[in-house]
């Protein structure tokens, strides 16, 4: 069988010490440097294929005497799908939205416990209208539209509206971190083309003290509990 | 959200990814000559827009290896680099470059077929080459095909005969065989694709070609004009697929896709902006602080420094007035300018005194102030949450030109004054005909000294480590100037090489005018002077420059001026004289238009003077999308004959851009450009200065801004 391709062993030679220089990092007096050639392969190797970067140590659980000293709220947020727990606290009020930023570049912006955008989460909610969803939660229940936009791979916003059915369900007491909360339990089933979402919010007086969330295609659902 | 948790997604969302079901339309399978079809027989469907597909197919003696394109959702363009056994003589093989078009006339409904009309190897020595008229009908999960074929694809059972088809290519090949179009014998093909799962598909055809090439060079000899296939799709973007061909040959073939206008990880891991700061009401009247506004100024552009360094950006200078800043900043971090000036906004809001008002953001590069974007902070604090907040910021924003220059005194902070930068680089050589891949890989340092407001120091140096570039024997036989056909020469020298080592000056005429000077060692195979002028109003789409250069021609190694070589030596023989003292030379020089159309086009046109002496014009169309990825193509004509050129008859290729913060979902600016050109020979060549102001300046203005605002708020 005559050989497809010969490849001599000077070319097998460069192809193997392609693989190893490129994994060399760039050294550079630059902070910002521009990604070398080593790390733009590691990165986009790493993004196609799991990528074995070590964890770093997450909190297992939270103890309410770690923020004593905080005197802002705290949202303790929870990843639905792999369980992972973080904490975000307030950072900034415009008018009636409330922006909580975490400890990894990450923001949370909220109307009255309802999110409106998030950062730094990769497929980020760039902009929403949840007027329907505050409005709805104030008067107990509602139907309303909802819009949610995103980015999409040519840098354009596309905007996803849900249709929506709010609905007071019962009422339940939780308890977050050791502290009960006697709540009113709202559950909200939003449809877009054929695609269910559910949410969940959880009142205590008018407030959100908990919530199950939905954020975007490719981020897990979040829960929000307040600290 | 810590690191890991964000990794963690990022692998389900790759997994998802990788998982997902694919739409119909894209699994759609190619043929071997890398367009949509099966076995060897075209169909007439069409790739999803914009979509870059590239297959390789192999059998016992061929390799075929097709870059295609969707240029628009009708028209579809491929380049096709392959090598066949035993062309001239046994054991010697030949490589074939091939350009293919193909538009589909009518698209698929309910009731009537596709209809794409095609070329195949229409520019070129034509061993390829084909026309075709195509129908195709999907019924559920089977595709039925017909299609008429000329050329090759009418070598097998012609019913009848248009005319006669010349059988030689004219000239040096290269060229656009007109009369070669739909002219000789025609012959039907038909094929049947059945698509059994969503990953596998099956195929059968009958093939309207004789494979006279083939049988001639005894590669096969077909016993039945059947060809069978089966495709199995194994990734998101792989396929691979086993056929047999004439009931006697078996190849494989494997092919990828790509679309530049979907991202392979969705999203883009940029860490969180600083929340806008809403003033209280009554601060916005105090106006206390504005006794010293120059004094204010120096004392923010100080404080400020750390602050934008940390979100990657360089504060070059700030003018504070009491309702109104100027600041002027360098963007090397974020791949879309538009988020580069929305985190200056944010950074502003939340630092510079209530009073003001109105921010003017300047955004710079190379010292050349490129535009002013005005915006209210007052319109910041009310649309920050609104849901329309992309396309509202961007109604109450203005762009105009920001020729006054840099303030006084403003220089590049002190950490970027000198910078170094030692990395690895690999170089790679494609289509010499003795080795169609080559490559080295190495280590390069780059040096950038920036010691005054658009004063530029910078040089290039590299080592090679490893590779078989310096393997090429290839000699020109240009009767042209030798001033790219030595190339490979360049490549000879296993020692340190100065690539580049340069001194440049970049400053604002006037008003929509940008300049540039660059002299030195301006790129491997040439040194010289380099001036540049670009005209270019921040609103407009439309653009003029004008470029003047004197290039003397490098040695192949070393610091030196190589002698003039090609006019006394004879290339083939060797015999003839040098002349030490006489270098080669040249004064080049070109006016350009550029335009960047509404849809996605982008057109540019150069006339002038090129490196060998000759005159003419390049024409450059591309395919621009809103993430930074361009797909297009050039060709140019010059006063040097399809004759004096040589083989290939005139300069043409194929250009890539990908940027890489949509390959890998975080924020960069870096972009791999990747020409493909078929032959590299003497005419139609240019200086490949750095920085050439365009590229520099468009990024900037309201256009391309425009485009990409939605990333502001991001």
């Not at chain 1, 309410?64 to 802002?72: E, G, K, S, T």
């Not at chain 2, 490559?439 to 407001?453: H, Q, T, Y």
């Amino acid at each position: 069988m005559v050989p497809v391709l010969e490849i001599s062993m000077r070319s097998f030679c460069f192809a193997i010490m392609l693989g190893v220089v490129s994994f060399c990092a760039a050294c550079s007096n630059v902070d910002q440097a521009e990604l070398s050639a080593g790390d733009a392969f590691m990165a986009v190797l790493g993004s196609r294929v799991s990528s074995s970067a070590t964890p770093e140590t997450k909190p297992v659980s939270i103890d309410r005497a770690q923020f004593a000293n905080v005197n802002a709220p705290i949202w303790v947020v929870t990843l639905e799908e792999t369980g992972d727990l973080a904490t975000i606290v307030q950072s900034a009020q415009n008018g009636p939205i409330t922006t909580f930023q975490g400890a990894d570049s990450v923001s949370v912006s909220f109307a009255n416990g309802v999110v409106v955008a998030t950062r730094g989460f990769g497929d980020d909610l760039m902009q929403s209208d949840m007027r329907g969803v505050v409005r709805g939660l104030q008067q107990g229940g509602g139907r309303y539209d909802k819009d949610m936009s995103y980015l999409d791979g040519q840098n354009q916003l596309e905007t996803l509206r849900f249709q929506c059915t709010l609905v007071s369900q019962a009422n339940e007491k939780i308890e977050i971190l050791g502290k009960s909360h006697q709540t009113r339990r709202f559950v909200e089933t939003c449809e877009h083309t054929d695609r269910q979402v559910t949410n969940r919010y959880w009142l205590e007086n008018g407030k959100v003290v908990r919530s199950y969330q939905w954020i975007s295609r490719n981020i897990s659902p979040l829960v929000f509990e307040i600290l | 959200m810590s690191k890991f948790q964000r990794t963690k997604y990022v692998i389900a969302v790759g997994l998802v990814n990788f998982l997902t079901v694919f739409s119909p339309a894209a699994s759609q399978t190619l043929n071997s000559y890398g367009l949509p079809g099966s076995g060897d027989m075209p169909s007439a469907l069409m790739r999803p827009d914009a979509e870059l597909t590239f297959g390789i197919a192999m059998s016992a003696d061929t390799v075929r290896s097709t870059l295609a394109f969707q240029i628009t959702p009708r028209l579809q363009g491929a380049f096709r680099y392959a090598r066949i056994d035993d062309f001239t003589g046994p054991g010697q093989e030949t490589y074939d470059r091939s350009f293919d078009l193909r538009y589909q006339l009518l698209t698929e409904t309910e009731i009537r077929p596709a209809i794409v009309i095609g070329l195949q190897d229409f520019i070129g020595t034509g061993l390829y080459s084909a026309e075709y008229i195509v129908a195709s009908k999907r019924f559920g999960n089977l595709t039925t095909t017909v299609g008429l074929g000329w050329g090759r694809l009418g070598s097998y059972n012609p019913i009848a005969s248009l005319g006669t088809r010349p059988t030689t290519f004219s000239g040096t090949g290269g060229q656009l065989e007109t009369s070669r179009w739909f002219r000789g014998d025609v012959a039907p093909f038909a094929s049947l694709d059945w698509q059994a799962t969503d990953r596998l598909s099956f195929s059968a055809e009958y093939a309207s070609d004789a494979y006279l090439l083939e049988q001639g060079l005894g590669h096969f000899t077909p016993k039945t004009p059947m060809n069978f296939g089966v495709d199995y799709r194994f990734s998101r973007s792989g396929t691979i697929s086993l056929y047999s061909r004439q009931g006697t040959e078996f190849g494989m073939m494997l092919s990828f896709v790509t679309d530049p206008t979907t991202q392979p990880n969705v999203g883009s891991r940029d860490g969180a902006p600083v929340p806008i700061s809403v003033r209280p009401r009554r601060s916005l009247q105090d106006l206390g602080w504005a006794a010293n506004t120059q004094t204010l100024s120096q004392r923010f552009a100080d404080g400020l420094a750390g602050p934008f360094t940390q979100i990657g950006l360089t504060l070059q200078g700030i003018d504070l007035q009491p309702s109104q800043a100027t600041v002027y900043v360098e963007n090397k971090r974020y791949g879309s300018v538009s988020q580069a000036i929305g985190r200056t906004a944010r950074l502003l809001a939340a630092a510079l005194p209530a009073s003001i008002e109105t921010f003017d953001i300047v955004m710079t590069d190379q010292g050349l102030p490129l535009s002013r974007v005005t915006l209210s902070r007052s319109t910041l604090e009310t649309l920050e949450f609104s849901p329309n907040a992309a396309d509202a910021m961007l109604v109450q924003t203005q762009f105009a030109d920001a020729a006054n220059g840099l303030p006084v005194g403003a220089k590049p902070a002190d950490s970027r004054r000198f910078t170094w930068a030692l990395r690895p680089y690999l170089d790679i050589s494609l289509f010499d005909p003795t080795a169609p891949l080559r490559g080295d890989v190495g280590l390069e340092l780059e040096l950038e000294w920036n010691p005054a407001s658009g004063v530029y120091f910078s040089g290039l140096l590299r080592q090679p480590v490893l590779g078989n570039l310096d393997e090429s024997t290839r000699f020109s036989d240009s009767i042209l100037p030798h001033v790219r056909s030595d190339g490979n020469f360049y490549d000879k020298s296993r020692g340190p090489v100065v690539e580049r080592l340069t001194a440049a000056y970049f400053f604002r005429p006037g008003r929509n005018l940008y300049g540039r000077v660059t002299g030195g060692y301006l790129e491997r195979e040439f040194g010289g002077v380099s001036a540049e002028l670009l005209w270019k109003p921040v609103n407009s789409r439309l653009a003029f420059g004008a470029e003047l250069n004197y290039a003397l021609q490098r040695s192949w190694d070393g610091l030196g001026f190589k002698p003039n070589r090609a006019r006394e030596i004879n290339p083939v023989t060797g015999a003839g004289v040098i002349d030490p003292a006489q270098h080669y030379d040249v004064i080049t020089g070109h006016v350009s238009a550029y335009y960047a159309f509404n849809s996605d086009f982008h057109a540019q046109l150069d006339v002038g003077r090129y490196l060998a002496g000759d005159w003419g014009a390049t024409f450059r169309l591309e395919r621009e999308f809103n993430n930074g990825w361009k797909v297009g193509a050039y060709a140019t004509l010059t006063d040097v004959s399809f004759n004096d050129f040589g083989e290939g008859s005139f300069d043409k290729g194929i250009v890539l851009t990908i940027p890489l913060d949509w390959q890998i979902g975080q924020p960069s600016r870096r972009r791999t450009e990747v020409v493909l050109q078929p032959l590299r020979r003497d005419g139609g060549a240019r200086l490949d200065v750095e920085d050439r102001l365009y590229g520099l300046v468009r990024d900037a203005h309201k256009p391309e801004l425009a485009d990409s605002w939605s990333r502001f708020w991001r």
